[in-house]
């Protein structure tokens, strides 16, 4: 997906529309946040490329998305796949302005009668399939060797390198971003649910062709935390607690047992 044209100007470009391989989500109307400014349009991939592409040049100034958007600008980097990089610099504010996204990446979950359809793991764990991405950014995969169950959610996801959903680029991250425990990543094939072999594990940063350089993509495994975190470790506080410390030690203990309990 990476291009020698990185950083050049070029004519306006319109967004690419979700992989075919997707569910068709009608999106929310999100007032401000131009489509082109969410991934997988517009990721951020760190500043040095792809090892296997000597003519990068770096992003010095991308930036990161947040819970999938950009926040500053997106510019097209490769006009024939429409990819587009998020950063603050002079080359990306020739771009689309992305500013009017930083709502949306702060409460992305959408509303109930606003979510696209899921099924299984992914449709109870909401604050997966009520993100305003999904059906786009990430999406429910019912193929493959670990189709989506009651008791797992596996989804394609171009979060990586976002820093609230998948900073390190892993299924790992991914998976407990959400509350989920990681089984397996695969690398994709086409943008989608196009996946197999014995997978690259969970805590892959890249995969099989990509050694190198970074990916904006995987397909995830994630299944039930049989440990979730409590949001405190009592439910409530000790009955009646002393207001000050006693003024004796307890008695030393007698050297021969009470005749009766």
Known sequence: PWSSICCEDSAPNTPTSAPASATPVAQPSLSGCPSECA?????????????????????????????????????????????????????????????????????????????????GLCQATESLSGHALWGKGTFECNGG??????????????????????????????????????LNGFDDS????????????????LGCCSEGGPTPDHVCVCGENIYPITASPTSSSTVFPSASPTKFSTAPPSNFPTSSP
């Open 145 to 182: 060797p670990n189709p989506t169950s009651p008791s797992v959610c596996t989804v394609y996801q171009a979060f990586n390198g976002d820093k609230t959903v998948n900073s390190g680029r892993t299924c790992e991250d991914f998976c407990t971003n959400f509350g989920l425990k990681c």
């Open 39 to 119: 991934v997988p349009n517009c990721v951020w991939l760190g500043t040095d490329g792809p090892e296997w592409d000597p003519s990068w040049s770096r992003d010095d100034d991308g930036t990161p998305t947040n819970n999938g958007f950009c926040t500053n600008y997106c510019k097209v980097y490769d006009s024939e796949s429409q990819k587009a990089l998020c950063g603050d610099g002079a080359w990306h504010q020739s771009g689309t302005d992305c500013t009017g996204c930083q709502d949306i990446a702060l409460n992305p979950t959408l509303p109930p009668i606003e979510r696209g359809p899921s099924s």
């Open 190 to 205: 086409e943008d989608g649910c196009l996946y197999g072999g014995p997978g690259i594990g969970c805590n892959s940063v």
